[in-house]
């Protein structure tokens, strides 16, 4: 028989229960009873508003909680914030129609809050491109949607909606990555003071350089050039630094000229001229910075597709594409796979979306046309492939376009260390979505899922821009 536990046995077992029952994932500087602070402020406030001001506003209140807030630090918080930080960049890069645009505005305002909170920058960054990779493929403005739509005349509304079925399932699984993935991958160290210099800093007014992004866009959208659209997003935001006080011309632009300049020392007066010594002239601020950092990324990417547009003129693409033509696709099934394949090699060799969707969607309407492939389907095996792979390889543009940015973190801030600056050829195997989107488009061209002949649906309209 066993033995009676003694009443000592019994305190610590209780002890033991209790304290697993208090176990919690979120800590507060100051301890369990700072954890009251937010609800406590927030009904002084409400008091204040409501009783002594007598201002009836839910949406003030709301306002109020938000407010209340505290530093939290905990694994709770980083654990979720790759998963959290996908579908916000999903979100965003569907609503504006531009992944790499996403990309830009995450990895500036999002990905340095993420590190500060203990989340691993290499899943993050991972979480912020597949982000954008879900809202490149399934947004009805995207330059690949249009092009996808267009190339195999089909409508850009029948497409988007044909499309959602194989977008979703590749997102609920990577959001379950993502959930999995940031519970055993930790961050980076940061100290308790630089959290609080982060967060001490931090301005919501920067949320405003959204609008720019927005009209950048909006302008090219509406068949503007793209130079004509940059520059109206510049003089935006231009506006909006010095409106809002968020900075003044000289942190913008500003010309050093040498002090032993005399005219330029009649000039000094004027916000963007300032001397230096003779040895440290040059041009200074964000718009030349920004420039500066894009300059190696606009060479990697015109060569790469000069390269490529080698191959396309000298007749060694055509060559394969007929290769796989006559000696692959020789059925339905094989004829997608071809579709699907081909499609990442063009990507894989290109590397900018739409470049690829443009020298690869003749053959695929060719492939497509021979098996009576409706073009809904052939549209978006064309857009989601190239879509998903150019937010992978870790020379493609829509990862380079996020490198540039986190490189010029440390400049930005103190804390941040070249340690937390993610490497392009390490975050390849964590972009769940594009890997999935492209198994997923892999498993339907075997199997048949969601495939549709000509007979089966016929485009109403195709949409031309």
Known sequence: MSEEPTDTEVQEELAQSAAARDQSDIEFHGGKWVSGLPIALFVIWAIVQSGVLRVSDTTGLVAGMLDCRVVVRGRGSASLFPAVTFI???LLATGIGTGYGTTVAFTTLVFPAGVVLGANPILLFGA??????????????SDTTIVSAVTQESDIG??????????IVAAVLAFVGYLAAGSV???ISVSQSAQDLFVSNSNPF??????SMFVVIGTAVRGRHIIEAISWG????????????LASLSDMLVF????????AQSLSWIPVIELVAPAETGVAGSIYTGAAGFFPLAILVLLIVAGSRIMIRGGGFEALQNWLLDNVATSVRRAETVMVVGTAIANAMITINTAAEIAIAPYIARIGEKFNINGYRRANILDANTTALGYIFPWAGGVLVGYAQIQSLPQEFDWFTQEMVVNPIDVWPFVFHGWL?????????LTGFGLEYVSDRESTEVTRV
Do not use: T, W
Not at 128 to 141: C, E, H, K, M, R
Not at 206 to 211: A, E, N, Q, W
Not at 438 to 445: G, K
């Open 206 to 211: 920067g949320l405003v350089h959204l609008v």
């Open 185 to 187: 991958m930790s961050g």
């Open 256 to 263: 050093q000229v040498s002090e032993q300049f005399g005219l």
């Open 437 to 445: 989107l492209f198994a997923v488009f892999l498993v339907a061209a």
């Open 128 to 141: 912020i491109l597949s982000g954008a990779a879900f809202g490149d493929n399934l947004a009805p403005v």
């Open 158 to 167: 029948g497409v988007v909606a044909s499309r959602f079925k194989y977008a």
């Open 88 to 90: 916000l960049a999903g």
């Open 234 to 245: 510049l003089i935006v935001a231009v506006v909006l630094n010095l409106g809002l006080g």
